[in-house]
């Protein structure tokens, strides 16, 4: 068997086994969708009525999880810099009593949209089929349906929107020139005021990890 041959046949062998290049490259547009799960780290003021602890001292509220369709997508300005959006379909939170109105169970309901955009770095050369990335941005979270229920059926309620700092990490690993799958971690600065009728004021920081897992698909 000839040299030639030989070595002809070890470099068919390793570009059988290589993966294919899978660059991303400035002026491609990069489409994400999957599962969101939004995990709030909440806490709350103290409610009180009047100025006073009339609920008890440390009458508080706290907001559950919630999973939904998300969709990213991403414009690569150059072959390691690109700028991102997440949005998702409305997610949906049940804002129950905690510290000394734990015992009152769900109080209200909401659901919020959350836009966030960021700028993204690719660190990995763009022929990489696996392509971690960072970002960092801006969260606007409106919401909207806000409803009393249970010991508070019958006020009104109201939350403010918020507008705060988002940071990322996520990975894509691409199975072909086009197609891959996606996982990537957010946390988001959310802050609100809720206005219940009888009751003052009082902050919430909802300030969620969000997680996503789904799919890759570049055009």
């Known amino acids: 068997m000839s040299r ?9 062998a390793v570009m059988a086994f290589a993966p294919a290049a899978h660059a991303f490259e400035a002026g491609d547009f990069i489409l994400r969708a999957g599962a969101v799960h939004v995990a709030p780290d909440d806490s709350s003021d103290a409610i009180t009525v009047g100025g006073l602890p009339a609920l008890g001292s440390d009458a508080r509220v706290a907001v559950d999880s919630n999973t939904q369709l998300g969709i990213r997508a991403t414009y690569m300005f150059t072959s390691n810099i690109g700028v991102g959006l997440l949005g998702a379909t409305p997610f949906k939170h049940n804002i129950s009593g905690a510290g000394d109105l734990e015992a009152a169970g769900k109080l209200a309901e ?8 960021t700028l993204q770095y690719f660190p990995m050369h763009s022929s ?24 508070l059926s019958g006020l009104e309620i109201e939350l403010d929107d918020s507008v705060g700092v988002a940071a990322e990490i996520g990975l894509d690993y691409m199975l072909s020139e086009n197609f891959g799958l996606n996982a990537a971690v957010w946390w988001a600065d959310i802050d609100t ?11 919430v920081e909802i300030d969620p990890m969000v997680y996503m897992v789904g799919f890759t698909y570049k055009f």
Not at 110 to 117: E, G, S, Y
Request: a negative charge.
């Open 4 to 12: 030639t041959f030989k070595l002809s046949v070890m470099a068919a």
């Open 110 to 117: 909401t659901k919020h949209l959350p836009p966030t955009l």
């Open 128 to 151: 990489s089929a696996l392509q971690p990335f960072v970002g960092v941005g801006v969260n606007y979270t409106t919401f909207f349906e806000e409803k009393t229920t249970g010991a």
């Open 193 to 203: 005021t809720a206005k219940v009728e009888t009751l003052d004021e009082f902050d």
